[in-house]
């Protein structure tokens, strides 16, 4: 539980300022370890520690699964701050968003931030294309489908928690791009997101490509009121 808090207090939700001051604009609670203890009961967090040791665990046979770090994901209620949407041009410049994306999957919004695990660094694992993903029977873990939060919703918000150093990234050591398998294709296309030249980028693909820098992130949602 300890090292989890530690993670979230210095990320980009409470050390990077134009997030913490978005956040804080947004009427959100500010992440303080004070704020997430009495958020979240010690069994939410143990719960977690189980779904973060689980997640590793079954894809730890994956293509770059050496690469991928799982943790708490914060992802906060759209109604205050909406990750599916691209951001104020202030935060980080313009956002690159197809049209024709709709709205996009929402987690149940049963509190100002859900807690969620799945991937929380630079790199998902690489598990094929969106159609591999999306046809595949490997995806359950602890009774729960992990493609269901396979959404912009979350990734966005990984984007922020991420800070100064935001995943599929060109300036990482690689780049790459996370495929949403939990969002419905769009015109026959994939939606995916990715950072390039600086810009966060919310796109539509092929289904069936899946080279190495197609990425996912398996994800657990963990506490529900």
Not at 80 to 109: H, I, N, Y
Not at 193 to 212: A, C, E, F, H, S
């Amino acid at each position: 539980m300890t090292t989890q808090i530690d993670r979230l207090t210095t990320s980009g939700w409470s050390a990077c300022e134009p997030i913490v001051a978005l956040v804080r604009s947004r009427g959100l609670p500010e992440i303080t370890r004070d704020y997430l203890l009495a958020e979240f009961s010690p069994e939410t967090w143990e719960r977690a520690e189980e779904a973060t040791n689980a997640l590793t665990k079954h894809f730890a046979g994956a293509r770059f699964a050496d690469e991928v770090e799982y943790g708490v994901l914060l992802v906060p209620d759209p109604h205050f701050l909406d990750t599916r949407r691209p951001l104020p041009t202030e935060l980080r410049g313009s956002d690159v968003f197809d049209k024709r994306l709709p709205a996009g999957v929402a987690l149940p919004a049963t509190r100002p931030w859900q807690l969620v695990v799945s991937v929380i660094g630079s790199y998902g694992p690489s598990l094929g294309s969106y159609n591999d993903v999306t046809a595949s029977d490997d995806f359950v873990v602890l009774g729960q489908d992990t493609r269901q939060w396979m959404t912009r919703q979350l990734w966005g918000a990984r984007v922020l928690q991420c800070g100064a150093t935001p995943p599929d990234c060109e300036h990482n050591e690689r780049w790459t791009f996370t495929l949403f398998p939990g969002e419905e294709l769009v015109d026959g296309q994939a939606e995916s997101g990715t950072v390039l030249k600086g810009m966060v980028r919310y796109r539509l693909g092929k289904p069936d490509r899946g080279i190495g820098s197609a990425r996912v992130a398996p994800a657990l949602l963990i506490d529900v009121q």
